[in-house]
């Protein structure tokens, strides 16, 4: 996929969430190649980074590059009975309001309850026990 980011932002393997268009981009003519294709909300990682820049008021220094990105993988924690490597799950958040340093992986940015997601590398148990007992492992997930 083909987008556009700030020029100082532009680095091959650099992961961001988009984050939704300004209002200012409504009436820009790369709307569509810099916003349109990109889900908000989304994680997504820079594959490679081209020449062509063009002016930007939004970004630091005024520029922007033309960059191919693909959604990232994202790190979770799943129910240790779903966690294999190949298999398809559905994304079903904890019951849970602990706060806790387990927290953000069991509520991973860029992911939504009920997303479809590939487990493309199982890595084992986290190095902390479930604050409410359950049995988790670390995943990467690809979406």
């Known amino acids: 996929m083909i987008t556009l980011i ?3 932002l532009a680095k091959k393997g650099l992961i961001f969430e988009h984050r939704g268009a300004s209002p200012r981009c409504q009436d ?6 810099c916003i349109d294709s990109l889900e908000e909300g989304r994680m997504y990682i820079i594959t ?3 020449d062509a820049e063009q002016k930007c008021g939004l970004h ?3 520029k922007v590059i033309v ?7 994202i790190e979770s924690l799943v129910d240790s009975k779903k966690a294999f490597e190949g298999s398809m799950i559905t994304i079903e958040y904890p019951d849970c309001e602990e706060v806790c340093e387990m927290h953000d992986l069991c ?5 939504n309850e009920e997303d479809k997601c590939k487990i493309i590398k199982t890595t084992g148990r986290p190095s902390k026990n479930c604050a409410k007992g359950y049995d988790l492992n670390t995943v990467i997930l690809r979406y």
Do not use: I, S, Y
């Not at 820009?28 to 190649?33: A, D, I, P, S």
């Not at 509520?107 to 992911?111: A, N, S, T, V």
């Open 28 to 33: 820009c003519r790369f709307k569509g190649t």
């Open 107 to 111: 509520f991973p940015q860029g992911l």
């Open 60 to 62: 630091e220094g005024h």
């Open 67 to 73: 960059v191919e990105v693909e959604k990232a993988d």
């Open 48 to 50: 490679d980074v081209k």
């Open 6 to 8: 700030g020029k100082k």
